[in-house]
């Protein structure tokens, strides 16, 4: 099997990923811990290693308009962002989506600002998580990898951009032992890209962008809240052939010892890694504890979800991420996930980690013990200082 | 045109259909119509190059018309032509040109 | 650079009627003109506004080209990409055909929240034509100010009253702008200048990097003149010197029509549209913008006497 051994960081993960997609069009702007994917991106591109018109914007809003305008074109498009990179291309976020172009961003997340910090947290992916993307959040570089894989194959037939998610700093910049496909195994599993609507073809000319009035506006979203039912099942055909070149099983979720499990704690990317090791640890001390990893967001895989958690005794939602006004994102969906049914468990948000804050063994099991004692509250936090230090 | 469902409009927002708005009839917008002196034309072409719809109609390198389908009698061809062979004349009350 | 009239005439439009723009609007003048003076097939990018709103209401386009509308600041990033894409795709022998990519923009979308977006495509040198149809306000949201409007000119944010006459800043020259990023080609046109305006975007297309070409685009509408005037008021424009034709080729400045004893006073270009009737009888005023109109054709002449 072409699986071979690499010792990489996120970043370098996602840029050996995009080498071998090998697109047509990259057009991307700095931006802190993003950055390092570009750096040898570019080096690729200078040695010639890849065909790509590498194109260096003076902003992110022109980087998602430029890749917008070359998706259109017809080509396989790329790049990648972070936090308020991402915000500044908002609006042309929701656009790629709506046009139904299949772009692939690497998002390597880090907080929103203000004030201004470079770290990790999830403010920035979640803000996005209405913009019709696809968006797959990966616990380590070779999720990273794989999940770059699978999102072009993925994004190509559905016509739908994807983002891959990375905690900043903790993935993108750490080494870590992982395992890539060769090159040609790669090209094989991606195919070709053969879209059936193009700019460059110029003989069937398409007008793309119109304007609609209240005539048709509600028609078109239609189509895009139909198209993302038809995501899952794609998802699922493809990770099946990744996971026989990659000798893994994958799903829209992952599950560590939930079979048995009585408290569960469910979390996204890097922090996953953290809750399965504090999970092998309790299991020493005979705690019937269990984890979730949530790896495709968007489009929320509420019937998996449901199937892992029903019939638990208690639920600790980790979130890196706030919402002002209401109840944590992820904590929120996975609550509305299990509303219907009688077996439900009850579910808490633990709110942790925001602008990088470091979350460990000793927090998640401070999370555990709650569950189980149940003084759990609603709403928790982890690792804030609520006093002052002595 | 009759109103499509989003099941038979084509995705992502594309017209698949290049030039069809020549199925929207602008004519019924003007007030007054442009009058063309087939006799009294030099044919300079003038009035072609400068209307803001496309309507004045040259075949072989001539004028042979202005398509009233169109025209929204903004008078910039009576207002640009040299010779004065286009007057605009105002649009009947039962609205004929 | 000899153009066939006939043959541009007989030459099946692609852009099409059936538009909404409003009647004696100059921008379907400007497009028509500038699609018959492309020889090769071409992509076009549209920044949101009149043209762009009025061309392709869902399900109706006017365009016969394949045609782009992405948002409102980033006609030229849009295009960069779908030029990128282009040369990625020729080097790879997928593509073999002549293509050229072209950008309009109002000046709202171009002078305004899409200067950064073209500043940058121009700096990375990709090779399109950015088409401006400069009609000095943003016009598609109802006739409001943009650096590109006049000193002095009426519009919904730069109102009349005792406190205020009208725009206080004079317009930017974003043409001086572009050509200080050294491009190969940067122009001023009109419409009434129709083969002028035609032979420059013909030079623009066929020049290796990014061309530049500013056309005035009086409104009937935002300007207040009767619709039918719209090409004599683009005349004036050029007979006051208050929008001269003129050429920068590799940095070299030329204009290409100077009315010399013919030159008229600024005022009949004042006189001309109701956006300025409250400055009709302020002759003080009406010097001042003699002034800037003369400083700056005297800085023109200077420039392209240099050679």
Known sequence: ?390 | MKKKSWKSIPEGGIITTPGNSLKFKTGDWKTHYPEWNKEKCIQCLRCHFLCPEGAIKVKNGKVVGIDLDYCKGCGICADECPVKAIVMKKVGENGSD | MRMNLKQLASKEERFVSGHRLCPGCAAPIIVRLTLKAIKQAVVVATATGCLEVSSTIFPYTSWRVPWIHNAFENAAATISGVEACYRALKRQGKIRKEIKFVAFGGDGGTYDIGLQSLSGALERGHDFLYVCYDNEAYMNTGIQRSSATPMGAWTNTSQVGSAQLGKKEHMKDLTSIVAAHNIPYVAQATPANYLDLMRKVEKGVSIKGPAFINVLSPCPRGWRFPHNKTIKIAQLAVDTCFWPLYEVENGVYKINFDPGKNKKPIREWILSQGRYKHLWKNRGFIREIQEFVDRRWERLKQLSSMG
């Open chain 1, 1 to 390: 099997m072409g699986v071979i051994k690499k010792a990489m960081t996120g970043a370098d993960a996602a840029a050996e990923a995009m080498r071998q997609i090998n697109p047509d069009v990259v057009a991307a702007y700095p931006i802190t811990p993003q950055t390092p994917i570009m750096h040898r991106f570019a080096q690729f591109v200078a040695e010639g290693k890849v065909k790509t018109e590498f194109v260096t914007v003076e902003s992110e809003h022109s980087a998602m308009s430029a890749c917008v305008g070359a998706a259109t074109a017809g080509g396989r498009v790329m790049t990648a962002t972070s936090a308020n990179g991402l915000a500044l291309m908002f609006e042309i976020v929701y656009i790629a989506a709506s046009n139904r172009l299949p772009i692939v961003m690497n998002v390597v997340n880090r907080a929103l600002s203000g004030p201004i910090n470079i770290h990790c947290d999830h403010s920035d992916s979640m803000a996005c998580r209405d913009s019709g993307w696809i968006q797959l959040y990966s616990e380590n570089a070779e999720e990273v990898y794989e999940n770059n894989l699978i999102a072009i194959k993925l994004a190509e037939r559905v016509n739908m951009p994807v983002m891959v998610c990375q905690d900043g700093f903790i993935t993108s910049h750490s080494v870590e032992s992982m395992r890539v496909l060769d090159d040609a195994s790669v090209r094989r599993f991606i195919g070709q890209y053969k879209p059936k609507h193009y700019l460059l073809d110029v003989e069937h000319p398409i007008t793309s962008g119109p304007f609609d009035f209240y005539d048709y506006y509600f028609e078109h979203k239609r189509q895009q809240i139909e198209a993302m039912t038809k995501v899952i099942p794609a998802f699922y055909e493809i990770v099946d052939e990744l996971g026989k070149l990659m000798g893994k099983h994958y799903e829209t979720v992952e599950e560590y010892y939930l079979a048995d499990a009585e408290f569960v704690v469910v979390s996204l990317n890097s922090t996953a890694g953290t809750v399965k090791h504090t999970v092998d640890e309790l299991r020493k001390q005979g705690k019937r504890v269990g984890a979730l990893k949530i790896r495709l967001f968007r489009p929320f895989p509420r019937e998996d979800i449901a199937k892992y958690l029903r019939g638990k005794k208690a639920v600790a939602v980790l979130d890196r991420a706030a919402t002002f006004g209401h109840v944590a994102p992820l904590y929120h969906e996975i609550r509305s996930a299990l509303y219907e049914f009688p077996d439900k468990p009850r579910v808490v948000s633990y709110i942790y980690g925001l602008g990088g804050r470091d979350v460990n063994l000793g927090h998640i099991t401070k999370v555990f013990n709650e569950l189980e004692s149940g003084t759990a509250q609603e709403e928790n936090y982890l690792g804030v200082r609520d006093e002052d230090e002595p």
